[in-house]
């Protein structure tokens, strides 16, 4: 018995060959073959992040979704699902607001993509003709303007690892996050009283909103000392 075996990384077939011989002098022989079937990646596995994670209400971003596949995958997809509120997707106007691209990070030829589609309810799907265990997918989508409301959302993903396959939800999906602008700039650490000719401790300082939460600012901030 084996245990705590590692597939191979690309779907396909595995033989194993048993030999043996009859004495210490023998010479191994094969005895007997077994194949084994590696499948592709099972329908709503891989993982997904997204860059930024948090956004000012209101502003326009360009936002990445970045796929991990969990396995080889091939004749799959993915899908991912835009929230409401959100610049709708669209895939005919690069310059346009809510443009969505697809692409495979890294140098495998192997590798490859179908022309990301947006369908209804802001459903972005990616075909997927051949994509390597563990490598990536990027999905761009630019000039995102970002809904005023204030408050965080799971981004809904699904995928699929072959033609036959159905999407099928991830187990988890990132969070994208919308707040208000921060209104003041404040003392995060507390008071020092640092001696003559004596450094101080770090002194850290925080944006927040008006309600005294931390908060993002809508440009670069400078602090005089």
């Known amino acids: 018995t084996f245990a705590g075996m590692t597939a191979q990384l690309a779907a396909g077939e595995a033989l194993f060959t048993l030999q043996s011989k ?18 592709n990646a099972a329908d709503g596995s891989g993982s997904l992040v997204i860059s930024p994670e948090a956004v000012i209400s209101g502003s326009t971003q ?42 495979v990070a890294g140098d495998n030829a192997s590798d490859t993509i179908g022309i990301a589609s947006v369908g209804t309810a802001g459903v972005i799907t990616v075909p997927i003709t051949s994509l390597s265990a563990s490598s990536t997918l990027v999905v761009s989508y630019k000039n995102a303007v970002a809904p005023t409301q204030v408050g965080a959302v799971v981004i809904s993903a699904a995928s699929k690892g072959s033609v036959s396959g159905s999407y099928v939800a991830l187990a988890a999906g990132p969070s994208l996050s919308t707040s208000a ?10 008071a020092q009283s640092p001696l003559q000719n004596v450094s101080s401790s770090a002194i850290q300082l925080e944006a927040r909103d008006a309600d005294g939460n931390p908060a993002l600012t809508g440009a670069a901030v400078t602090v005089a000392l």
């Open 181 to 190: 602008t921060a209104s003041a700039l404040t003392f995060k650490s507390a």
């Open 22 to 39: 009859g004495s210490p002098t023998g010479t191994l022989t094969a005895a007997a073959t077994a194949n084994l079937t590696i499948a």
């Open 62 to 103: 360009d936002v990445t979704f970045t796929y991990t596949s969990a396995g080889s995958i091939s004749g799959g997809g993915l899908q991912i699902t835009i929230p409401t509120g959100w610049s709708e997707p669209q895939a005919a106007t690069p310059a346009g607001e809510g443009f969505v691209n697809a692409y």
